[in-house]
Each structure stands twice: as structure tokens, then as C-alpha cells.
């Protein structure tokens, strides 16, 4: 929602974390994960991706993105309101 400028620099920061933590499951990069997710310590097979994968407060991550979508719905709401009383 850049063009409303409704997310913060936290939310921004949240949304790239996001990203790059899918990114690296999905691919299932090991140096990443062994970063992002195992404290540095590498990867010895992949079943310890799924291991760490488990431990990911996804809940938390679901809740965090549930409120940035209804900032963002809440902001172009706002802003179809206001367009809509200066059209009149």
C-alpha cells in the first residue's frame, strides 16, 4: 500500500522478513535456513528443515498480517470516502 503510505517502517520491515523467510522455505535454501532458523548451525539434512519449520510461530505471523490487511483495507476505505464527497 505504498500509495496510500499506510504501512509504517515496521510493517515494511515485517513484510520483507516475511518474504524472505517464505523465499527461503520454499526453496529450501540451507544457508539461509541455517541463518533464519537454526541460529547458524548448518543443515545437515533436510529433515531438519521441516524440524525448524515447526517451530515457527506461524499463528503470530498470520494475527500480524490479518492487522496489515485491515490497515491497509481500512486506509483505501478512508480515501474512497473522502473521494467520493469531493466528486459531489
Not at 517502517?9 to 526453496?27: G, I, P
Request: hydrophobic share 35%; with cysteine; aromatic share 8%.
Amino acid at each position: 500500500m505504498e500509495g496510500l503510505k499506510v504501512w509504517d517502517k515496521s510493517d515494511r520491515r515485517f513484510v520483507e522478513n516475511l518474504t524472505e523467510l517464505r523465499n527461503t522455505l520454499a526453496h529450501k535454501n540451507p544457508r539461509k535456513i541455517s541463518n533464519l532458523l537454526l541460529s547458524g548451525k548448518p543443515v545437515k539434512h533436510f529433515s531438519e528443515i521441516d524440524r525448524a519449520a515447526q517451530n515457527i510461530d506461524f499463528p503470530k505471523l498470520y494475527a500480524k498480517c490479518a492487522r496489515l490487511l485491515v490497515k491497509s483495507y481500512e486506509a483505501f476505505r478512508h480515501s474512497r470516502v473522502k473521494g467520493s464527497k469531493s466528486d459531489v
